[in-house]
């Protein structure tokens, strides 16, 4: 079983910059040891944000290394989803040969499992696993609810050790942050007030692409009890977020990317470029966050 790791505080799921079709590994590289700079507590590498499931196994762990080797000894988080067990379980020993904080895993989508179906797999997953187990919430994405019972009962799992909250429920998420037993991280960008205040323990926002220390500040003072300084920063953050995620993501983040010089505007498909428009948005949000922060 995996070693007890603090899960806690921000973190950023990164972005996986392509030249053409291929990985561009050495715009990670630089991406990576840029934001590493920044007060943040960590990476995941190949989550939903960095469009792990267009990209082969091997492109996942040279992903992985290459986090691993320029993150400046930050913890990573490494993503994972799939369906089927034999083909999850190799990659999982490859994962955690290496040295990760935590495999952050999403319910198996598409097959429409029962709950107790859903369970068994999460079981199975952290029985075999050398790192501990954080659960991915995301129906959005996966088109699976995973109920409160249901993620109450893997909380009792030792070494499932904490969940990335996209449920969009907010009862969920006080329920789960009242029990205790689960690193309870938002997953939701314009939820890491909310969610923290209630007690949460942090974030994973794509959104720390962009500004990383004042989204690390925002975690930080509002864990801290600093409500004021939390509120401050989440006025000016929020229409930001807002703003990155008003077309698939991680199309209008990547476009302001590109924008700022770190990497090329590439996807790989099924995802698409972000209309002009909505970059231009967010530009101007990204603007008028500096402008406030600055004041």
Request: glycine residues 8%; negative net charge.
């Amino acid at each position: 079983m995996g070693q007890f790791v603090d899960l806690s505080g921000f973190w950023i799921p990164l972005v996986t910059p392509f030249q053409g079709d291929q990985v561009d590994l050495p715009a990670l590289q630089r991406l990576v040891g840029h934001l590493a700079k920044a007060p943040i507590t960590g990476f995941v590498a190949c989550g939903s944000t960095g469009e792990a499931e267009s990209l082969t196994h091997a492109e996942q762990l040279a992903v992985l290394d290459t986090v691993l080797a320029h993150g400046h000894d930050k913890p990573v988080i490494m993503g994972m989803a799939g369906t089927r067990l034999d083909d999850m379980l190799p990659h999982l020993h490859d994962i955690t040969r290496r040295p990760v904080a935590a495999v952050l895993i999403s319910a198996p989508y598409y097959l429409r499992p029962s709950q107790a179906g859903i369970a068994a797999h999460f079981r199975a997953l952290a029985d075999a696993s050398a790192a501990p187990v954080m659960l991915y919430d995301v129906p959005v994405r996966t088109g699976v609810q995973m109920t409160l019972d249901t993620l109450l009962g893997l909380a009792a799992h030792p070494n499932i050790r904490g969940i990335k909250d996209c449920g969009g429920d907010e009862d969920k998420t006080r329920a789960l942050v009242d029990d205790g037993r689960l690193t309870v991280l938002a997953g939701d960008d314009h939820r890491i007030f909310s969610t923290v205040c209630m007690g949460g323990a942090g974030a994973i926002a794509a959104s720390g692409h962009l500004l990383p220390q004042h989204y690390a500040r925002l975690v930080a003072s509002a864990r801290d009890g600093r409500l004021a300084e939390a509120r401050r920063l989440y006025h000016a953050l929020a229409p930001l977020s807002l703003a990155l995620f008003a077309e698939p993501n991680p199309s209008v983040s990547k476009a302001v990317l590109a924008r700022q010089g770190w990497m090329s505007d590439a996807l790989r498909p099924p995802h698409s470029p972000a209309s002009v428009e909505a970059v231009q948005r967010a530009w101007v949000a990204l603007e008028a966050a500096e402008r406030k922060l600055s004041a």
